[in-house]
């Protein structure tokens, strides 16, 4: 039996580090990034890795070791050996990812600007299965499956049914968009939702919620009981620098961020989830769980990567607060 099963998308990234851009405010505070139209932009530097969630996941919770597999979805090209290559160094049953010679792998290519990460995402169209003889695992994590998300949600349910797991979600821009009634089916069956902050108030209300400087800790568990209403057991909530929040029902409880010099911010959201997952699948409590995330999230956005800062079991219990 597997401690974790990761299902999503697995994509190869593109980082490009622009050395000069302009950042323009439009209507509601929304930030723009830009950079000169129709001409040749040099970049400072240049990286190209495995990302998209379920890998990200599960190459975290594999580094802190648990025995992780995963479910996804990758064309039969040059990325999706990268992938298969990348996810076997690091001890990932791979025996459950579909390869398609009709299909190419997904990509990204991420701007980094002063800290801050812009993602240019392309999802190849597929359908999205389930396989039959799908394994037995403690826990089945389900992360961003694209457009056709609606198509694996059902399958995902009868699985995790079948095997006897516990179901956490992290929804992607697609499911978030789909708004609580699209999601109610995995909502109700849920043991812990994880969204970041802005996401939470996507979900709940459907629309972008700016919290307030004196009451932000509030609103966002205002966001986490309206959130619980919905079926989930446990709701955690990041909010960046300003820490995270785990509300079972009962008791929110918060953790202070990590300090650490951000370079890059992109997996952030990942490796707090295999912090967290990980220390969850372990029995440990909420407080726990929160700074094992927390402290795997300062590590990845302290160097460009979604998985480079992931870290290992011993190197993450060094550096617990």
């Known amino acids: 039996m597997f401690d974790i099963v990761t299902i999503g998308h697995s994509t190869v990234d593109y980082f490009l580090g622009l050395g000069s851009a302009d950042i323009a405010f439009g209507e509601d505070d929304d930030s723009l990034l830009c950079i000169d139209f129709a001409d040749k932009i040099p970049v400072e530097n240049f990286k190209k890795g495995v990302g998209g969630n379920a890998a990200n996941t599960g190459v975290g919770c594999a580094r802190l070791g648990l025995n992780t597999a995963i479910v996804s979805w990758i ?138 400087k004196d009451e932000r800790a509030a609103e966002i568990g205002e966001l986490m009981h309206e959130l619980r209403e919905a079926g989930p057991e446990t709701i955690v909530v990041t909010d960046g620098s300003f820490g995270s929040y785990a509300f079972d029902g009962e008791n929110i409880v ?45 590590s990845v956005i302290s160097e460009v990567g979604c998985q480079e800062g992931l870290l290992s079991r011993e190197k993450l219990l060094e550096q617990l607060p």
């Open 254 to 298: 918060f953790c202070p961020s990590i300090e650490t010099q951000v370079v890059e911010m992109t997996g952030a959201g990942d490796a707090f989830s295999a912090g967290f997952l990980s220390a969850w699948v372990e029995d440990k409590s909420l407080k726990e769980s929160l700074q094992w995330g927390n402290t795997n999230a300062a």
């Open 75 to 212: 064309g039969k090209d040059l990325e999706g050996e990268l992938v298969l290559k990348t996810l076997k160094e690091e001890n990932i049953e791979l025996l459950w990812v579909r390869i398609s010679e009709e299909e190419i792998t997904d990509q990204s290519v991420i701007l980094n600007f002063e800290a801050e990460r812009t993602i240019l995402s392309y999802h190849c169209p597929r359908t999205l299965l389930i396989p039959a003889d799908a394994p037995e695992s403690r826990l089945i994590y389900l992360t961003s499956a694209g457009r056709a998300f609606e198509e694996v949600h059902p399958q995902v349910l009868q699985y995790a049914e079948g095997a006897g797991a516990k179901l956490a979600y992290n929804p992607g821009s697609y499911e978030l968009a789909g708004g609580l009634s699209v999601n109610k089916g995995v909502l109700e069956h849920c043991a812990i939702l994880i969204l970041n902050s802005e996401e939470a108030g996507e979900l709940a209300r459907g629309k972008f919620v700016s919290f307030s």
